[in-house]
């Protein structure tokens, strides 16, 4: 009699079975071929899907300072999460953008009690990747800041149980929950990994502590080559380091921009998390005023540290057409500074503070003739602030 050996095509008797070494070698096979079919994917995403389409502008949504993650050990927290999730939801439906940026701030890292950053910051993405949607994510100040111990978990209460993520076979259980917490690699790593339409990249590793620092190309919908917009990312600090741009991270947007736009003829756009100086130097006072244009201006710009040259490099570049910043959760005006926009978005997630009323910025490309327009959308649907910065 013939013995039944499984294999992946079905059950076969053994004589025409292949040998346990033939059946490993196969599926290792397929196992590569699916990785490298995976590859492949993320490269023709890469490639092909931030493009305009033959008839409509291109269309980004500006999610900024979510903070998912805060209080994760109450009920108040993760209902916070589910608010957020719903804004989102809300605006990418309404307004079906081609392309949306995490403008920093995603997870608040400072209130999550064990290295599952990463886990909240999935959860932050989820709305974006359900609708099969590109983005990419930049860092803000919160999103691998060190864990800070609440004074209440020294009360009679004590601290709470935690939910410690399942150990990983070289991760023991006591590391899984040492309040180390996640590093901006880490998380820029299993956003990357995990995800075929992430277009987040890491920059290079001499700008490191900084991460986030990259570029990426709008292309033409009648050649894939053709540049028609350049959107720059950088890591503007906080958390693991200081609340700046470096003069390292200087020279790199001077050596790519000269490299890839050296006369300057595509338009570019640039986002960060932290505004810089100048945008002290526009701020409105008490109301918003023309050239000006917003609807909320509840606080002071709180800028970075220090600053190391970066405005002086855009405001030389004619290429240049505005900056976008989050962080301020009070802010939601752009102003003119100097030959471009210096704008804020709208804060999006319920987590962080201010009880303002929820939103996310919208920037929309036309190619030909080249426009650069922007407003505001709402959790309710409305819409706002908006204002032509390029044509």
Not at 326 to 348: E, I, Q, V
Request: glycine content about 6%.
């Amino acid at each position: 009699m013939y013995s039944n050996v499984w294999n992946p095509f079905g059950r076969f008797p053994s004589h025409l079975s292949m040998s346990l070494a033939s059946f490993l070698l196969l599926f290792h096979l397929i196992v590569l071929i699916s990785h490298g079919h995976e590859i492949f994917l993320r490269m023709a995403s890469s490639d092909e899907s931030l493009r305009f389409s033959s008839d409509s502008p291109f269309k980004i949504a500006l999610f900024a300072d979510l903070h998912y993650g805060e209080n994760a050990w109450t009920d108040w927290g993760p209902q916070q999460d589910v608010n957020s999730n719903t804004v989102m939801s809300n605006i990418l439906d309404t307004e079906t953008p081609d392309f949306v940026i995490y403008l920093g701030d995603v997870v608040t890292a400072n209130n999550v009690p064990i290295p599952n950053a990463s886990f909240y910051w999935d959860q932050a993405i989820s709305p974006t990747r359900r609708r099969k949607i590109p983005w990419a994510t930049i860092f803000g100040n919160h999103d691998d800041a060190p864990f800070e111990w609440p004074s209440d978990w020294f009360s009679p209460t004590g601290i709470p149980q935690l939910k410690c993520p399942a150990p990983i076979s070289s991760v023991s259980d006591e590391e899984m929950c040492s309040f180390k917490g996640t590093s901006r690699l880490e998380l820029m790593k299993k956003e990357i990994e995990n995800n075929i339409l992430s277009h987040s990249r890491n920059g290079p590793k001499d700008l490191w502590p900084s991460v986030s620092n990259f570029v990426l190309q709008i292309s033409s919908s009648n050649d894939s080559k053709h540049a028609v917009a350049l959107l720059y990312f950088l890591d503007s600090g906080g958390g693991s380091y200081p609340e700046v741009i470096s003069a390292a991270q200087v020279r790199w947007f001077q050596n790519k921009s000269q490299e890839i736009n050296p006369d300057s003829r595509i338009p570019e756009i640039i986002f960060w998390h932290i505004p810089s100086k100048a945008y002290r130097k526009v701020a409105p006072i008490f109301r918003i005023h023309k050239p000006c244009i917003g609807s909320i201006n509840k606080e002071r710009v709180a800028a970075q540290e220090a600053e190391w040259g970066i405005m002086d490099i855009l405001v030389q570049r004619p290429s240049v057409k505005a900056v976008f910043v989050g962080h301020n959760h009070g802010l939601d005006w752009c102003c003119p500074y100097k030959k471009l926009w210096l704008c804020f978005a709208r804060h999006t997630g319920y987590g962080g503070y201010g009880n303002w009323a929820r939103g996310a910025r919208i920037i929309e490309m036309t190619q030909q003739p080249f426009s650069l327009k922007s407003w505001i959308r709402m959790e309710d649907g409305s819409k706002h602030s908006e204002i032509l910065l390029s044509s």
